[in-house]
């Protein structure tokens, strides 16, 4: 019995050891924007293609909302220390609560994506809750 409880000690052991090590090394950060160039770079990864011709991102830098020239939408996800870009879809919807853009689309899954701007949102952003 007691190498049993000295096996399971040491399994604990080394999996405490691998999530200090993950967070260590940087993994269990979330994404910062540094630049608005960097948004545009995840853009334009987007799937089909995205090229932004105006980027708003949010206060704390975690999130960020794009147009291109065809009035298309996108969004800038949060994964793990990096970004996915999401085109939104005709029928994506807007909501403001607050100094928050609430935004609802089934290419972003199902619950809604918050981006919190304090006053600093364009305008071309703080009219998409209307415009629809």
Partial sequence: MSAEIITIGASLLAILALVALVHFLGFSRGG????????????????GGFAPLD???NDQRTGALARDANGRLAVLLAH??????????????????????SITDQTIGPRS???Q???SAPDWVKGLASAK
């Fill in 32 to 47: 910062v924007l540094q630049t608005d160039s960097d948004a545009e770079g995840f853009f334009r990864l987007a799937a």
């Fill in 55 to 57: 980027i708003a991102i």
């Fill in 80 to 101: 793990g220390g990096s970004f996915i870009a999401r085109v939104l879809g005709d029928e994506a919807s807007f909501a403001w609560e607050g100094k928050r853009l």
């Fill in 113 to 115: 994506l918050v981006l």
């Fill in 117 to 119: 701007f304090d006053n």
